[in-house]
């Protein structure tokens, strides 16, 4: 970025461009969708990537930015002006890529943990059709406060604390939704499109995520995955090991419950994949970039040692969970059961900038597909058996 910073020495307001370009500010967006992150890197532009024709752009860009800075009426923002930028330029790539602050990364390291702060929601900007500007509910978690409130998935919200959320960007929209434990917020939920909206008063609270639960149904082990986090794997072998040794002889078979999962880490969804697989493909991502197209593949094995397998799926099946139930259907490893899947087969890249200090970039940078080929991208997975 030596070339870009060279010519723009003599404006105040293009040194502060410069210097955001070169931190890496023009990549960002926020906190809100149910994402598989498949990988963290370290943030840096390629210079040889960058043409002449990009760089007349950046110029183009640097010129409104210094006559907004010298002449707007009030005084603006640098930070605001660049981040302004940045939200703008995520939002026309899809509604999964974004911005995160510092803050917002912290908090995204916390939830792949399992535990954060907050109503226990996952949500996506709505980029099309008559709910575009609005915040759609992929799936509230399990026993969070959104749950306990009655929160569905495809949940249009549209009002947060009686401020409209049309015109907001996620980043904004999910500013409000957060807070402290104990604090209220009361929401406007679009349910029945032909119906007015709906207020709801929830409180935040603490969101311990369990991500893996199981109990006992007659001859059979019943295992719940409520999100694919860094503790999903552990538990899902804790709860194998121990429906094996409740039910004498071990379990006739098992339901595997993605109901309501908004998905989560893709590591963690290809190893609950190759729990139940002996060995092969699992998942194929498929991007521009070569680094990002690849074959996950099993490893031999199968710790239900080929008993029968029901997987429950439903609209807020998203994300690693459509991984998980693509590959066990293409494999005829499982019987799908529920209604259709939400439609997510994207992969985004957590890129930190500055090594987090300025937050992070969430970027698309691949699709998956099934290892029969199919694309889950805006279709999602259509079960054996059809039952609401």
Known sequence: MTDLRSRQTKVKSRKIFANAVSAGALAAAAL????????????????????????????????????VYENYVERPEDAKLVKGAIDGMLSELDPHSSYMT?????????QTRGSFAGLGIQVVMDNEGPDKGFV???????????????????????????????????????????????????????????????????VRDIVRVPAVTHRVEG????????????????????????????????PKGYVLDLRSNPGGLLDQAVAVSDAFLEGGEIVSTRGRNAKDTLREMG????????????????????????IVAGALQDRNRALLLGTQSFGKGSVQTVIPLQNGLQGALRLTTARYFTPSGRSIQAHGIDPDIEMP
């Open 32 to 67: 809100g969708g149910a994402l598989v992150t498949a990988a963290v890197l370290s943030a840096g532009f390629a210079r040889s990537t960058i043409s002449a024709d990009t760089f007349r752009q950046l110029d183009l860009f640097g010129e409104v930015f210094e006559q």
């Open 299 to 322: 490893s031999p094995g199968d710790l239900a040692k080929g008993k029968p397998i029901v997987v429950l799926i439903n609209g807020g099946s998203a994300s690693a969970s459509e």
């Open 219 to 250: 001859d059979f082990g019943f295992i719940r995955i409520s999100n694919f986090s860094e503790q999903t794997e552990d538990g899902l072998l804790k709860a194998l090991k121990s429906l094996d040794k409740s039910i004498p002889g071990g």
């Open 136 to 202: 759609k509910v992929i799936a509230p978690i399990d026993d969070t406060p959104a749950q306990k409130a009655g929160i569905q998935t495809n949940d249009i919200i549209t009002e947060i604390d009686g401020a409209e959320v049309q015109g907001m960007t996620i980043d904004e929209a999910i500013e409000k939704l957060k807070g402290a434990k104990g604090t209220p917020v009361e929401i406007a939920v679009v349910r029945d499109r032909t119906k007015p909206a709906f207020k709801l008063k929830l």
């Open 102 to 110: 510092a803050e917002d990364f912290t908090r995204m390291q916390e």
